[in-house]
T-cell receptor, first 114, second 111 residues
């Protein structure tokens, strides 16, 4: 029944490693997002995909690479992890990027880089 | 200036109190407005959309003033279960439709 699911829920890894976070939505939405919530609890958009096409790419280091194999999935790959990457990463989806529509969030992936 | 700014928190109120949150946004082209709620260590969830004429959902009332670029949320008869962080959210369609979040205001309702 989970609408937006992301894995893993917790991720602890060493600096310099490469890791991926997966996200899937079963709502039939055509737009998916990645948000980062830092230690100050501020939620900031990183990427947005509409029908597998990148439409928003905020100022994010190019170590972060999103991949959307189909409109139900948006994965986030992070290369050469740094201490400052530690945060909670939320995946979200909505029906259309330009409509007044609710976004549904996954439960978050708490990334800790040590 | 942040795109969406909210009252600094935390708000500590007794049960039964009425509490109001304020929010301002900088992009006059913004078209959609929301209040989301985020519980500790959980994902944000939509509390209510905010419409130009103002809208109410039970104990919650949201208001929008486009001229002042101001949004508010009023919670009446606070319950312990209202304790959470309340996020003001704006959707600017001229920015690809992304949701822009305020930093959130923490509410703690005490017995």
């Amino acid at each position: 029944d989970t609408a937006v699911s992301q894995t893993p829920k917790y991720l602890v890894t060493q600096m310099g490693n490469d890791k991926s976070i997966k996200c899937e939505q079963n709502l039939g939405h055509d737009t998916m997002y990645w948000y980062k919530q830092d230690s100050k609890k501020f939620l900031k958009i990183m990427f947005s995909y509409n029908n597998k096409e990148l439409i928003i790419n905020e100022t994010v280091p190019n170590r972060f690479s999103p991949k959307s194999p189909d409109k139900a999935h948006l994965n986030l790959h992070i290369n050469s992890l740094e201490l400052g990457d530690s945060a909670v990463y939320f995946c979200a989806s909505s029906q259309e990027a330009v409509m007044n529509t609710e976004a549904f969030f996954g439960q978050g992936t708490r990334l800790t880089v040590v | 200036r942040k795109e969406v700014e909210q009252d600094p928190g935390p708000f500590n109120v007794p049960e039964g109190a009425t509490v109001a949150f304020n929010c301002t946004y900088s992009n006059s082209a913004s078209q959609s407005f929301f209040w989301y709620r985020q519980d500790c260590r959980k994902e944000p969830k939509l509390l209510m959309s905010v419409y130009s004429s103002g809208n109410e959902d039970g104990r919650f009332t949201a208001q929008l003033n486009r001229a002042s670029q101001y949004i508010s949320l009023l919670i009446r008869d606070s319950k312990l279960s209202d304790s959470a962080t309340y996020l003001c959210v704006v959707n600017s369609h001229n920015q690809g439709g992304k949701l822009i979040f305020g930093q959130g205001t923490e509410l703690s309702v005490k017995p």
